[in-house]
Structure formats: structure tokens, C-alpha cells
């Protein structure tokens, strides 16, 4: 089943005044007909089945069938198979800009000031070096699972050889 929100789901997203607390709208925003129970699980948390339940009975979601598997013979999957899944794309600005998006959400003057460091940083080297400081200052300002995730991200995005710099 992959849920998608019905037009009561978008009035009440939009006029932020619906009796929905922030897990219920966080379900409601990622509801788009698009992710399965087993994506949003992932997402949310172990409740996002009860709760898809709740908002479908309340009348915030609906239920859309999963996609339609058809059968693709052996003889034209084999080509398709055998070619290697392409690499990401890795760039250091993509780095900073997620990283420089992330320092903005934080309420701290420490990331205010990484912010500004970031954002001056002109020369690859200390481009590099302000991604590093404000990667290691961010366990001190959010959850330690959080600043994980964000190193994980910044990791991905960044090329391979800058990735040994962090």
C-alpha cells in the first residue's frame, strides 16, 4: 500500500490548523502515493503503520495500490542487467551548500559564526577545512545520531579525494 493524501490532508498542511501534531504532519507531508508502508516505516519510525491507519480512518490519506509488477522476459532484462549502476555525482560544492544548509536550521551562535566561515571560504583547501571544523562542532549542537547522518551525507556528496580529509 503506498498512502497519499486526500484534499482534507492539503487544507489542513497548508492552514496549520488541523489538531495534527508534528509526527502526524511529518506523515502527511511524505505520503505521496509514491513510498510503501516498509519506505515510511523507515522514515518515521516503527508507529508509521498505526499511524497511516489513524490517518487513513480520520480521512487524511488513502490507500493506492502498489504499482502493477509486469513480467519482463529473460531474454530483454539480461542486457539491462549487466550494466553497472552509474557512480553519484560527487562535488564539493554540493558538500557545502548541504552542509551550509544544515548550519542555517541550527538556533546556535556557534553554527551561525561555522556558518559564516563556510560561506566565506573561497580556496578549495579551506573550503575543505570549514567543512571539517563544522563537522566536528556539530555533535555539540545536535544529537549525536543526527550529526552521523549529516557526516554520512556530506560524505557521500564530497569527491573521493576530500572524503580522506574528513
Known amino acids: 500500500m503506498q498512502p497519499r493524501k486526500t484534499d482534507l490532508a492539503?487544507?489542513?498542511?497548508?492552514a496549520h490548523?488541523?489538531?495534527l501534531d508534528m509526527r502526524q504532519r511529518r506523515l502527511?507531508?511524505?505520503?505521496?502515493g509514491q513510498r510503501d508502508i516498509g519506505q515510511l516505516t523507515a522514515l518515521i519510525g516503527p508507529e508509521a503503520p498505526?499511524?497511516?491507519?489513524?490517518?487513513?480512518?480520520?480521512?487524511?490519506?488513502?490507500?493506492?495500490?502498489?504499482?502493477?509488477?509486469?513480467?519482463?522476459?529473460?531474454?530483454v532484462a539480461a542486457p539491462a542487467a549487466a550494466e553497472p549502476a552509474p557512480?553519484?555525482?560527487?562535488s564539493l560544492v554540493a558538500a557545502r551548500i548541504y552542509l551550509l544548509g544544515i548550519l542555517e536550521l541550527q538556533r546556535?551562535?556557534?553554527?551561525?559564526?561555522?556558518?559564516?566561515?563556510?560561506?566565506?571560504?573561497?580556496?578549495?583547501?579551506?573550503?575543505?577545512?570549514?567543512?571539517?571544523?563544522?563537522?566536528?562542532?556539530?555533535p555539540g549542537?545536535?544529537?549525536?545520531?543526527?550529526?552521523?547522518?549529516?557526516?554520512q551525507r556530506?560524505?557521500?556528496?564530497?569527491?573521493?579525494?576530500?572524503g580522506e580529509a574528513m
Open 10 to 14: 492539503r487544507d489542513a498542511l497548508q
Open 17 to 19: 490548523r488541523a489538531p
Open 28 to 32: 502527511l507531508i511524505m505520503c505521496d
Open 50 to 75: 498505526a499511524m497511516v491507519i489513524q490517518m487513513i480512518q480520520a480521512g487524511y490519506l488513502v490507500s493506492a495500490p502498489e504499482p502493477a509488477v509486469v513480467a519482463v522476459p529473460a531474454t
Open 87 to 90: 557512480e553519484r555525482r560527487r
Open 108 to 138: 546556535n551562535p556557534q553554527a551561525a559564526a561555522l556558518y559564516r566561515d563556510l560561506q566565506m571560504a573561497r580556496a578549495e583547501g579551506d573550503v575543505v577545512t570549514s567543512l571539517r571544523t563544522a563537522l566536528e562542532a556539530l
Open 141 to 151: 549542537m545536535t544529537s549525536e545520531g543526527y550529526s552521523q547522518r549529516v557526516r
Open 154 to 162: 556530506v560524505l557521500e556528496a564530497l569527491p573521493l579525494e576530500h
